[in-house]
């Protein structure tokens, strides 16, 4: 017998695969009252159907047009979350003094900016590079949610056992195909990758995913030591003239 009772979800996640808001947004909205489902005010844990009509109060979209979206380029020496092991968290570096002069946004720095700034995915400690710290639940869903699939392009020096110089030579070239594709990290198979010499002493990573130390952990398994690593670009955005340590904002007409 087939079962034809129709499928629900939670509501807070429904309003994240429409793009609406983040999880922890909807919840917010719908204790404000600013949500109503086929009519009737939401409530909080509420099952909806898939074509169960979803009205959001203009307030909400107040709201959430004033969220703020800042590109880092973060040093090494900064965690990208919490404060650790003594080591600050990037978002520090977020202030008016640090504020690209270069900046084509015309958002002025407001201390408000700084409530729920949280980055959109990680930068490890010895890593340099673009950093996304967001407001924005849409953001971070897009480039750190489940299904995402933006790209994240680094730039990587290698060494190869003695090879510090000249290490395209030395590395063989079969040991390059693994990386792009043919290895695995904590018992799960990585996805294909883009990997390519950007200099004798430099690899080009392009990847779709983000386990923790991913590049360095990849290298390992082959043979190399990634003695630097700097991420330059996610999706359309990329680091570009951005100084060390200086941030802007994702302007209006950018997207990831």
């Not at 959001?56 to 969220?67: C, K, L, N, S, V």
């Amino acid at each position: 017998m087939i079962d034809s009772t129709p499928s629900t979800t939670r509501l807070n996640k429904r309003m994240a695969e429409l793009g609406l808001c983040s999880r922890r947004e909807a919840d917010d909205w719908i204790a404000r009252g600013w949500v109503r489902v086929d009519g009737s005010a939401a409530t909080m844990g509420q099952q909806v159907g898939a074509q169960a009509r979803i009205d959001i109060d203009p307030a909400a979209r107040g709201q959430q047009q004033q969220q703020v979206t800042v590109i880092l380029h973060k040093p090494i020496g900064y965690v990208s979350g919490q404060a650790e092991d003594g080591h600050q968290p990037a978002v520090t570096l977020v202030q008016a003094r640090s504020h690209w002069h270069g900046d084509p946004s015309r958002l002025r720095f407001a201390p408000s900016q700084l409530r729920g700034l949280a980055p959109a995915g990680r930068l490890d400690i010895d890593s340099t590079g673009l950093l996304v710290l967001t407001q924005d639940g849409r953001v971070a869903r897009q480039l750190i949610g489940e299904d995402s699939d933006v790209e994240k392009e680094y730039l990587v020096r290698v060494t190869y056992g003695d090879a510090q110089t000249d290490v395209a030579a030395a590395f063989p070239s079969a040991a390059l195909a693994r990386l792009r594709h043919g290895l695995s990290l904590d018992g799960k198979a990585l996805r294909p990758a883009r990997v390519d010499w950007q200099n004798p002493e430099q690899l080009r990573f392009v990847l779709r995913e983000g386990r923790k130390r991913q590049i360095r952990r990849m290298c390992e398994q082959v043979g190399l030591k990634a003695v630097g690593l700097k991420r330059v670009r996610i999706g359309r955005i990329t680091l570009g003239q951005l100084p060390l340590g200086q941030w802007r904002y994702l302007g209006p007409g950018e997207t990831f």
